[in-house]
């Protein structure tokens, strides 16, 4: 079946640095979103994209569909604390297909 | 507008009791999932229902049941509570897997603990 790696599984930042999360799909995707989970909270919806080499930015965010259509990634430029939390990618295939998310990844930010 | 409520948010079991977790949704959402959240292992999906009498399987289904009499409810049942069982558990609901409308709302969580 459908696989979504994400690496890393955890990050450790001081604020001001650069912060970038990877997902990578073992089958080829027809779109994928990015959602974000706050300690002891829920994911929350962020972003979907759907275009093969697709690039889309939220403010200090940037989100990157790959050409081939089965990996992408998270940029969050010079982070600050409250970035923390739980970056998600889901990953939905061809077809009718649900969501596969991935493994998560940690980010801790440090003042 | 509440969006996803889920019900009870803690929970504390022992092993082979029964419970039933509830979701609840007012945004006339056709699709509803439940996933469990595990450290390490991102949100895996144990049921979904595509409509209302329509149920099935996700990745993660055994020791589960699930019933969608109503279109704004989806119930989670555990029979015999075990201690794999103890996890974090979110409903989520949207209009249907089609881009565009297949983006999720998730409820607060409920967690769950199996003694």
């Known amino acids: 079946g459908q696989q979504v790696m994400q690496i890393p599984q955890y990050q450790h930042v001081q604020e001001g640095e650069d912060f970038t999360t990877y997902c990578n799909s073992s089958?080829?995707?027809?779109?994928i979103q990015w959602y974000k989970q706050r300690p002891g909270g829920h994911p929350v919806f962020l972003i979907q994209?759907?275009?093969?080499?697709e690039v889309k930015k939220q403010k200090r965010l940037t989100f990157q569909f790959g050409e081939a259509k089965k990996n992408s990634s998270l940029h969050i430029t010079a982070t600050q604390t409250t970035d923390v939390g739980t970056y998600f990618c889901?990953?939905?295939?061809?077809?009718?297909?649900?969501?596969?998310f991935g493994t998560g990844t940690r980010l801790l930010v440090s003042p | 507008n509440a969006g996803v409520t889920q019900t009870p948010k803690f929970r504390v079991l022992k092993t082979g009791q029964s419970m039933t977790l509830l979701c609840a949704q007012d945004?006339?959402?056709?699709?509803m999932y439940w996933y469990r959240q595990d450290p390490g292992m991102g949100l895996r999906l144990i049921h979904y229902?595509?409509?209302?009498?329509?149920?099935a399987k996700g990745e993660v289904p055994d020791g589960y049941n699930v019933s969608r009499l109503k279109k704004q409810n989806f119930l989670l049942g555990l029979e015999s509570a075990a201690p794999s069982q103890t996890s974090v558990y979110f409903c989520?609901?949207?209009?249907?897997?089609?881009?565009?409308?297949?983006?999720?709302?998730f409820g607060a969580g409920s967690r769950l603990t199996v003694l």
């Open positions: 889901a990953g939905r295939g061809t077809g009718f297909q649900k969501l596969v």
């Open positions: 089958t080829t995707l027809s779109n």
């Open positions: 994209l759907v275009k093969s080499g």
């Open positions: 945004m006339n959402h056709e699709y």
């Open positions: 229902s595509v409509g209302e009498g329509t149920t």
């Open positions: 989520a609901s949207n209009w249907g897997h089609l881009s565009g409308a297949n983006v999720l709302t």
